[in-house]
């Protein structure tokens, strides 16, 4: 994972960190030496190696590049040799919060792993080292100063310092990035780098040999952290009525000849320091589409609670809907939609709850459709919601919506929504079985205190069964249908003889069950189908490139088909100098 000279010492030693296949690392040291089997003199990182016969050693925890509690040393029968075959491809990064890292949540006693875009970056040559805690190569008073953002855009400072900055320099120039960073992405990759403390600021500085960067790597596993980049593209009045039919949400799109401008706006949709803008010019074309899972930007709740979100940005937030208030219209005329106003609030897994508000258009859809669902209690994500600081203070705070660009997306099938959901299902039921402890459980049968829960919950599996009051805790009774889309007549039901009630009731959930059983059945046959269409789409690019110009068959790749012969390798670089290939139109 990580290759190189320590010469700190009278004697230079070579050190690695390296990985075995369940991704536990471990600092090993070659010294210099006799050794009865050939060492490798070079060592390649990412490359597979099978040591052996070696020393196994206690590690100081202030000197350790792991969290391994030993180390490994080479000794003379040591044996070791690279594998042909890579073992598995993983890169066996462990991101670190970049919010625990500034909140000095994280343990600073060993190197961590960051991500994120580079929004700042500056020189500096006559700066000696501040970090007395972290060792590093070559001339201390060269530095590189820049900053990372993360996709819960939280930002954190980085120093790269002595050799490693050189070499950042170098790297950053040969690509020409201090050209592209201010116009578009730059995603960087740190490993190993060490937590340092400069002017009272957790920060990111590279500590002696072990540390690496890169910049838009193709590293196996980072492509759920690149993709999802967003930024916002705007259409002229001139011509929103065309691009209104031609375009849909959901869809790939490639669009060539466009303006790029500052995104200057007081709240901004996205964090790109640029956006996009439609000329008459431009050309829009619709693509195959790729796999991908759908990518939110959350904010964390801790960090709207300490103020170190950029309040200017739109952000994602996920939890659970509850205490919604009745639409109202503070406007003087009843009609007049921007007047419309519904509030809410909003449970983070932690308990952190804020209020939420949304406004005009967005107040009347979120109405409706919050009836529909059934009231009661709902984990949604919030998209593109503007965070409100209207005073000074952690608690003066509200999530409010910002225009038709916020929505509420209703349990998306996400981690998030899962861990929320799983927290409310045992809230209810420590909630139940606590009351029903209480109250005594004369059953002889033990399983029916488990038939009591049982009763209480719905049909189906869904979580979002407990309906809450301000407080949080469960009322004493849910009403009949939530959680699923059934329209039950509540109010007739309410009014019937306990009787009637009774068998109304048994009526409406077996409707809730069935209703639960062709839900599940949709759901297998939607995930079926993702599955068909990815294979289809697979099979749509390899015909693609197998219906390839003989110009493009090398670069395509088309030889892991078979070895081409020189014969067809002469053709391929004719038929790239414009030779004439065909006799008529038709494929071969």
């Known amino acids: 994972m990580s290759c190189w000279f320590d010469t700190r010492g009278a004697i230079g030693i070579r050190k690695m960190i390296i990985a075995d296949e369940e991704g536990d690392k471990i600092e090993a040291a070659i010294p210099f030496g006799y050794y009865k089997n050939e060492i490798p003199k070079y060592i390649e990182e990412g490359c597979w190696y099978v040591i052996s016969d070696f020393l196994v050693r206690a590690r100081p925890e202030s000197r350790r590049n792991t969290k391994h509690q030993y180390s490994i040393k080479f000794v003379p029968k040591t044996l070791m040799y690279e594998v042909i075959r890579h073992v598995t491809p993983q890169n066996y990064f462990v991101f670190e919060d970049v919010l625990n890292i500034r909140n000095g949540l994280a343990c600073k006693e060993f190197p961590v792993d960051v991500f994120g875009i580079i929004i700042e970056f500056t020189q500096v040559t006559n700066q000696p080292n501040e970090f007395p805690e972290v060792e590093v190569c070559g001339n201390g008073y060269r530095s590189v100063h820049f900053k990372l953002l993360d996709p819960k855009m939280e930002r954190i400072t980085c120093r790269a310092i002595g050799f490693l900055a050189d070499e950042f320099v170098k790297v950053w120039n040969a690509g020409s990035y201090g050209l592209k960073y201010k116009k578009q992405p730059v995603f960087c990759v740190l490993r190993f780098w060490k937590i340092a403390t400069c002017e009272g600021e957790q920060i990111l500085v590279n500590d002696y040999g072990c540390s690496r960067f890169w910049f838009d790597p193709e590293l196996y596993g980072l492509d759920n952290k690149k993709n999802g980049m967003m930024i916002e593209a705007i259409v002229d009045k001139k011509f929103a009525d065309y691009y209104a039919n031609a375009i849909e949400e959901g869809q790939w799109l490639s669009i060539m000849e466009f303006a790029v401008v500052d995104n200057t706006d007081d709240i901004k949709k996205t964090s790109h320091p640029c956006k996009i803008y439609f000329l008459r010019s431009t050309c829009v074309k619709h693509v195959l589409p790729l796999p991908h899972n759908e990518v939110y930007h959350f904010a964390s709740f801790s ?186 007549p509540f109010v007739l039901i309410e009014r019937l003889s306990a009787q009637d009630r009774v068998k109304a009731e048994e009526f409406i959930n077996k409707l809730i069950t069935r209703h639960n059983e062709l839900e599940g059945g949709k759901i297998e046959i939607r995930k079926r189908r993702m599955d068909l269409e990815k294979r289809r789409l697979n099979i749509a690019r390899e015909l693609h490139r197998l219906e390839a110009h003989p110009s493009d068959w090398i670069e395509i790749g088309l030889q892991e088909y078979g070895n081409m012969p020189g014969c067809i390798l002469s053709i391929v670089d004719l038929a790239g100098q414009g030779a004439e290939l065909f006799r008529n139109p038709k494929p071969f």
């Open 303 to 488: 960090s709207i609670i300490n103020d170190t979100i950029d309040v200017s940005i739109l952000a994602d937030v996920v939890g659970a809907v509850f205490d919604v208030s009745p639409l109202m219209n503070v406007a003087n005329n009843p009609h007049d939609v921007s007047g419309f106003r519904i509030s809410f609030k909003i449970k983070d897994k932690d308990e952190h709850t804020w209020e939420c508000v949304a406004m005009e258009r967005e107040a009347l859809d979120f109405d409706r459709n919050y009836r529909l669902f059934g009231g009661g209690v709902l984990v949604a994500v919030l998209r593109w919601w503007e965070i409100d600081r209207y005073f000074d203070g952690p608690k003066n705070v509200r999530i409010c919506t910002h225009g038709s660009i916020s929505k509420v997306i209703p349990n998306p099938n996400i981690i998030e929504v899962a861990e929320i959901r799983a927290i409310l299902l045992l809230s209810f039921i420590n909630n139940n079985s606590t009351k029903m402890l209480e109250e005594g459980n004369s059953s002889e049968n033990p399983s029916d205190s488990f038939k009591m829960i049982g009763d209480d919950l719905p049909g189906a599996s869904d979580i979002d069964l407990a309906k809450m009051e301000g407080t949080g805790e469960p009322e004493e009774s849910r009403p009949l249908g939530w959680g699923t889309s059934i329209q039950v």
